[in-house]
């Protein structure tokens, strides 16, 4: 296949007019068959990475089913995420058990394609817990993380917790070359933060959201992420949880090198208003994002990755370059996924989308073939 008269991506962070060609699964240097696409008017990306979210299309990925990952899978890769990684929640070492199994087993037929797992809780603080499961958290454990990676097949690319809980510092020190590590729910201010940091982690798990906040007294997990230029933060990009403000501010602070933007979506994202579930938990699902029950506290985004990035760009003011290297090559770079994934690079994963000037979604090129933009099948 051949792509013609696109704006095109490239590694170096910006638009240029290249032909693209694919063969097979590949993107290559010759076409493998006749097939010409003039996308003049179109913008061609890299598929998107997803490496925090819980669901979509009325499935949670803490299910523990193939059927719920297909399902979640397809939702994804029709609307332009090409590989996820996707969360757990705070829940039974059993029931974390369970899903690690089937996510190992997972056959990675249809649908975007399943990359890692993103272990959100059981390590977290009770105090900034939000939507997680108060009944379930426990110390941070290495051993406890070992037995879900050896079931997941090392799966596993980000596990998050609060470094001031009992056991944090041991679970750091065996942890930190296993795993990336992230700062998350969490009372930390500025010092722990900034020790955690020195000793290992090197991620933020959605920044400003079940944290410190930044004080010009204390400074809290935001500075400290600031100040260590090796940690790289998530951002919720939806408008809710993170204001507009905020969000240009941030990528001030921390340039479009190190923010990952992540939906943190959950089963209600593509779905009508109304009550679903989350961890265990209900919660209600108004526009593009859900409260728990209290209908105050924010328990998950409602919104997938390209929708964010859209926001990012069209309400925020962020540059486009910035918001797709933010949502494509950051988050694969960080779950060391890069070297198939994330750009448009001869010998890369031929996973691509085609966007309108509008940015609204033209087609979508998953394993170098199109996939069906109906979300529960693919060509």
Not at 72 to 93: D, F, K, Q
Not at 167 to 181: F, H, M, P, S, T
Not at 339 to 347: C, E, H, K, L
Request: net charge negative.
């Amino acid at each position: 296949m051949r792509i013609i008269n696109a704006k095109v991506f490239t590694e170096k962070g910006i638009f240029e007019n290249v032909e693209v060609r694919t063969a097979g699964e590949l993107i290559s240097t010759e076409s493998g068959d006749d097939t010409v696409w003039d996308a003049q008017g179109c913008y061609l990306i890299p598929g998107l990475t997803d490496i925090h979210f819980h669901g979509c299309a009325g499935r949670d990925f803490s299910e523990g089913t193939w059927e719920a990952m297909e399902k979640i899978a397809c939702y994804e890769a029709s609307e332009g995420i090409t590989t996820i990684v996707p969360a757990t929640m705070t829940l039974p070492e059993k029931t974390l058990r369970k899903i690690c199994e089937a996510a190992a087993s997972y056959p990675n037929e249809k649908g975007a394609i399943l990359c890692g797992i993103n272990m959100e809780g059981p390590f977290v603080s009770i105090e900034k817990k939000g939507a997680q499961n108060e009944d379930y958290i426990v110390p941070p454990s290495a051993a406890f993380f070992r037995r879900l990676q050896k079931v997941s097949g090392g799966l596993v690319k980000l596990l998050d917790l609060a470094p001031e809980t009992e056991g944090a510092w041991e679970c750091i020190r065996q942890l930190k070359d296993e795993v990336v590590l992230s700062v998350a729910h969490t009372t930390a201010n500025y010092e722990i933060a900034d020790r955690a940091f020195k000793e290992g982690i090197c991620h933020v798990t959605h920044l400003y959201n079940a944290m410190t906040g930044l004080s010009h007294r204390d400074p809290g997990v935001v500075g400290a992420a600031a100040d260590n230029e090796q940690v790289n933060v998530e951002l919720i990009c939806d408008g809710k949880h993170v204001h507009p403000v905020v969000v240009r501010q941030t990528f001030k602070m921390f340039g479009d090198d190190r923010i990952i933007m992540i939906s943190d979506s959950m089963e209600a994202t593509g779905m009508p208003d109304g009550a679903y579930a989350l961890g265990g938990q209900k919660v209600i699902k108004k526009g593009n994002v859900a409260y728990l029950e209290d209908e105050k506290t924010l328990a998950a985004s409602a919104t997938n990755l390209m929708d964010c990035l859209r926001v990012t760009v069209k309400e925020m003011n962020i540059p486009l370059e910035s918001a797709i290297k933010c949502a494509a090559v950051n988050p694969a770079k960080a779950v060391g996924i890069y070297d198939r994934y994330g750009s448009i690079t001869v010998g890369k994963t031929a996973n691509m989308v085609l966007l309108k000037e509008n940015l609204s979604l033209d087609r979508v090129i998953l394993r170098g073939k199109l996939f069906d933009m109906d979300p529960e099948q693919e060509m």
